[in-house]
Every structure is written in structure tokens, then in C-alpha cells.
């Protein structure tokens, strides 16, 4: 079956830290841009960072640059996102997802609920 | 940063109608334009790309057009499962972004 699955989100305090994970099956993972979108509960969508297939390139909002790090390992299938000095304002589901198309995603994952507690 | 703000923010229509939204960007992002579709508790849905792409198994009821600053999503006749939050998103320029969406509800 084709999916993204994510793990890793809970309950934190502002200041702490907090390390994502999301698991591929069912396609060619190395393949693809990969991208982690965040949603504040009873919000809009954010974009928070992009990484390249390789890993070569990584891209990040300006909200979270510098404190949050995307990467990858193509060999287990796994994509990453090392939350630092977390903010109450980055309480969200992080979403998970491939890129295509040059830019948007066409799979998802289902989320996981990060909590900055303040 | 690019911002696009959609409207309207509700939308209030009958199964049947047909529903047209739009999204507009404070800057060109030519035809580079997606439209998703997000139901409660579940992660959002491609439903166009470029404007006016369908993506695969989205039914074509679902149809998208317009490009530099001005862009529309229609859908012809509303089914059940359509009610729901649309967020049209560019990928013209870093950051990529998102509308604030509109949200589709029965009448």
C-alpha cells in the first residue's frame, strides 16, 4: 500500500525539542521531494520546509529556520524533522507528504499533533 | 512572500449547485496554482495542479482555470462528500503558501 506515516509528535514545553519521523511504503521514496506542511488547530496550512531527493537541498520558512532541521535517509525510507527550541505558535499537526509537479503534494500522510505548551 | 486570499470564506449551497470558488495572488504565480480539498480530521486531498489539472481519480465535476493573479475552482454539481475546506496553494515563488481557505457548507 502506498502511504506516509508519521510518528513523534506529543506534549512539549516552549524551549524543548521534539524529532519527527514519517515512513514510506509502496512507492519509490528516493525518488521525490519530500515536504513537511503544519496545520494550528482550527487553522490554515502552512509550508515548513522541503527537502531534495538526495538531501542536497533543504529549504524553510522563515518561522522556523534556524530551529527546525529536515532531513532524510533513502535507505530506510524515512523522512525527518528535528524540532529545536519549540514556541508555543508551533503547535500544530504536522503533515508529511511527497512533492511533485514541482511543487505541491500528492500524498500525505495523516498527521501528528505536536503540543508547545507554554 | 506571495499571499493569496480566497473567497469567499463560506460558502453556502444545496447538493446539486454548482459551486464556484476563487482565489486570488498579491503577485503573478502564472499558472503554478494547486486547489485541495480537506475534510475534518483527515489530511488535505490534490485536487488541481497548474491551474487546471486534475489529479488522478479526482472526478471531473472538479474543474480549475485562470492564471497570473486571478484563478477559479468550479464544481459543476455539488455531491454529498464535496462539502468540505478548500485552500488553493502556488508554488511560483519560495515560500510556497496557502490561501486561508474557503469552507464549503450545505445549505
Known amino acids: 500500500e502506498v502511504q506516509l506515516v508519521e510518528s513523534g509528535g506529543g506534549l512539549v514545553q516552549s524551549g524543548g525539542s521534539l524529532r519527527l519521523s514519517c515512513a514510506a511504503s509502496g512507492f519509490n521514496f528516493s525518488s521525490y521531494w519530500l515536504s513537511w506542511v503544519r496545520q494550528a488547530p482550527g487553522k490554515g496550512l502552512e509550508w515548513v520546509a522541503n527537502i531534495h531527493q538526495d538531501g542536497s537541498e533543504k529549504y524553510y520558512v522563515d518561522s522556523v529556520e534556524g530551529r527546525f532541521t529536515i532531513s532524510r535517509d533513502n535507505a530506510k525510507n524515512s523522512l525527518y524533522l528535528q524540532m529545536n527550541s519549540l514556541r508555543a505558535e508551533d503547535t500544530a499537526v504536522y503533515y508529511c507528504?511527497?512533492?511533485?509537479?514541482?511543487?505541491?503534494?500528492?500524498?500525505w500522510g495523516q498527521g501528528s499533533l505536536v503540543t508547545v505548551s507554554s | 512572500e506571495i499571499v493569496l486570499t480566497q473567497s469567499p470564506a463560506t460558502l453556502s449551497l444545496s447538493p446539486g449547485d454548482r459551486a464556484t470558488l476563487s482565489c486570488r495572488a498579491s503577485?503573478?504565480?502564472?499558472?503554478?496554482l494547486a486547489w485541495y480539498q480537506q475534510k475534518p480530521g483527515q489530511a488535505p486531498r490534490l485536487l488541481i495542479y497548474d491551474s487546471s489539472n486534475r489529479a488522478t481519480g479526482i472526478p471531473a465535476r472538479f474543474s480549475g482555470s485562470g492564471s497570473g493573479t486571478d484563478f477559479t475552482l468550479t464544481i459543476g454539481s455539488l455531491e454529498p462528500e464535496d462539502f468540505a475546506v478548500y485552500y488553493c496553494q502556488q508554488r511560483s515563488n519560495w515560500p510556497i503558501t496557502f490561501g486561508q481557505g474557503t469552507r464549503l457548507e450545505i445549505k
Open positions: 503577485q503573478s504565480v502564472s499558472n503554478y
Open positions: 507528504g511527497t512533492v511533485g509537479w514541482g511543487g505541491y503534494v500528492g500524498l
